[in-house]
């Protein structure tokens, strides 16, 4: 079965602290996807990255970077110097189609 | 380009009422995808619907749930009857390929509609 595991349900940074979110996840599929999404205070969900497992590259857009380690089954997301504007609920999510949500992050950024 | 819009963005409905979430799939995109997000939890697949068809709708409950995808206009989940238990952030999403072997498009999610049943 897929599953997806985010074991951190709140974190609580300064302002300019670097911070990283854990993904980790379970799946028979040789070929998947895997998520990241924010989702603000107003409670839409923004995309935010979409990486294919059969690419272990990490990527950066920004302040914003993702390490994908299939020997591990790990998809973590680091905030560089957080900004205020960072908070928010982040998810990871595993699939294609029909995707399998984790339980969400929720990220306070604190002036 | 449009993106996913979902209507209306707030629905309030007593016990036993029907509810109507409707959702308008990216320009191009023939899949539709419905996921619900009970409060405090993340998002649940619930169906997915192709024009006319129902591709999977594993995640659906059983009763009171039902959800359509017609030729012209937009998928329509519809709840009968609801119950408290039913308020949750509904989400849509659209693609453009839903083949399992083909992932071509990520998927972009509508706003939500946020349903209290009082």
């Known amino acids: 079965a897929q599953k997806v595991t985010q074991a951190q349900t709140e974190i609580s940074v300064v302002e300019k602290e670097d911070v990283t979110l854990d993904c980790v996840y379970e799946?028979?599929?040789?070929?998947?996807?895997l998520f990241w999404y924010k989702q603000p205070p107003s409670g839409e969900l923004v995309f935010l990255i979409r990486?294919?497992?059969?690419?272990?590259q990490n990527e950066i857009s920004g302040r914003y970077s993702w390490n994908f380690q299939k020997s591990t089954s790990s998809f973590n997301f680091t905030i560089t110097a957080s900004q205020v504007v960072d908070s928010a609920v982040y998810f990871c999510?595993?699939?294609?189609?029909?995707?399998?949500f984790g339980q969400g992050t929720r990220l306070t950024i604190n002036p | 380009n449009a993106g996913v819009m979902q209507n209306p963005r707030h629905l309030v409905r007593r016990r036993g009422q029907e509810a109507r979430l409707r959702c308008s799939p990216m320009?191009?995109?023939?899949?539709v995808y419905w996921y619900r997000q009970l409060p405090e939890e993340g998002l649940k697949f619930m169906v997915y619907?192709?024009?006319?068809?129902?591709?999977?709708e594993s995640g659906m409950p059983k009763e009171r749930f039902s959800a359509e995808f017609p030729k012209e206009g937009p998928s329509i989940l519809r709840i009968q009857q609801v119950v408290r238990g039913d308020s949750a952030a509904y989400f849509c999403?659209?693609?453009?390929?839903?083949?399992?072997?083909?992932?071509?498009?990520?998927?972009?999610f509508g706003n939500g509609t946020r349903l209290t049943v009082t």
């Open positions: 799946t028979r599929d040789t070929t998947y996807y």
């Open positions: 999403a659209s693609s453009q390929q839903g083949s399992d072997t083909t992932y071509n498009s990520p998927l972009h």
């Open positions: 999510a595993q699939g294609a189609q029909k995707l399998v």
């Open positions: 320009k191009g995109h023939s899949h």
């Open positions: 990486r294919n497992s059969f690419d272990e």
């Open positions: 619907l192709q024009k006319e068809n129902i591709i999977d």
